[in-house]
C-alpha cells in the first residue's frame, strides 16, 4: 500500500523530532562527563585533610611542647577539609 504524501511529512517530522532529541541528550552528557570522577576525586582530598587535622589535634594533646604549632596545623586542615569538601559538592550538583 503506498504511503501518502502527508504520511511520508508526519514520519520525516518524528524523525526530524527524535534527532534533535538526541543530540541535546548527547551534547548533555559530553557536557557532564568526568565531572563525577572529579567530585569523586575531590571528596576523597577532603577527608584526608579531615584526618590529617584529626591526627594533628590528638597529636596535641599527647604533646605539650609542640602543641600550638600542632593546633594550628589542625586548623588549617580543618578548614581546607571544608573548603574541598564544599568544592567536591558543588562539582557533584552541576555534573548531575
Not at 534527532?19 to 567530585?39: D, I
Amino acid at each position: 500500500m503506498a504511503q501518502t504524501k502527508a504520511e511520508r511529512s508526519a514520519t520525516a517530522k518524528k524523525a526530524a523530532a527524535t534527532r534533535k532529541r538526541n543530540e541535546a541528550k548527547a551534547q548533555t552528557a559530553a557536557r557532564n562527563r568526568g565531572k563525577k570522577a572529579a567530585a569523586t576525586r575531590q571528596g576523597k582530598a577532603a577527608k584526608r585533610s579531615a584526618d590529617q587535622a584529626k591526627q594533628a589535634t590528638a597529636e596535641a594533646k599527647d604533646t605539650t611542647g609542640s602543641a600550638v604549632d600542632n593546633l594550628v596545623t589542625a586548623a588549617k586542615s580543618a578548614g581546607d577539609a571544608a573548603f574541598k569538601a564544599g568544592k567536591s559538592v558543588a562539582t557533584r550538583v552541576r555534573g548531575s
